[in-house]
């Protein structure tokens, strides 16, 4: 009986071996694609937390008169774990754009009259978006977004 049991163990020996060799590089592809989607989505959040700070500093600058310059610098203290040559933003109050401080400042001190309820805009685009594998798989990169954008909007203080 017991020579049976070892004859049968001996025939299968190495069997877990070849089905791990098998298996591993899907299981491997698997892990990767698991981090390379975490790393989107992290970089999305942070892109998305930038907008939002960006937006809540800006919308709260009436009266003053650099809110431009201000929210520039707000924009880039909260995108310190991002690459900020990459960062690019964009601002408006209502529906009008601006992109100076004279033109920033003008909308929010007008944007309260007659109690009327202005929203103050900021579009924060983080481009190029650097894949985490991008090297190592060809091809990847073209299955990941280019840039990553996000728009906060916020009622005007």
């Known amino acids: 009986m017991m020579r049976s049991v070892l004859r049968?163990?001996?025939?299968?020996?190495?069997?877990?071996?070849?089905?791990?060799?098998?298996?591993?590089p899907f299981l491997l592809l698997l892990a990767l694609g698991v981090a390379?989607?975490?790393?989107?989505?992290?970089?999305?959040?942070?892109?998305?937390?930038v907008a939002a700070s960006g937006a809540r500093f800006f919308a709260g600058q009436r009266g003053t008169t650099t809110p431009y310059s201000d929210t520039n610098t707000q924009i880039k203290a909260s995108a310190s774990s991002l690459k900020s040559s990459n960062l690019s933003y964009a601002t408006s109050v209502g529906n009008t754009s601006c992109s100076t401080d004279a033109t920033c400042a003008l909308d929010l001190n007008n944007a309260v009259k007659n109690g009327a309820v202005t929203s103050a805009t900021v579009t924060v685009t983080y481009s190029p978006y650097k894949p985490l594998l991008a090297g190592a798989f060809p091809g990847v990169s073209n299955l990941l977004p280019q840039s990553l954008s996000a728009t906060a909007v916020e009622r005007v203080q």
Do not use: P, Q, Y
Request: aromatic share 10%; net charge neutral; glycine share 6%.
């Open 8 to 24: 049968i163990d001996r025939k299968h020996r190495g069997t877990a071996t070849v089905e791990f060799a098998l298996l591993s």
């Open 36 to 49: 390379e989607f975490g790393w989107l989505i992290i970089n999305s959040v942070m892109v998305t937390n």
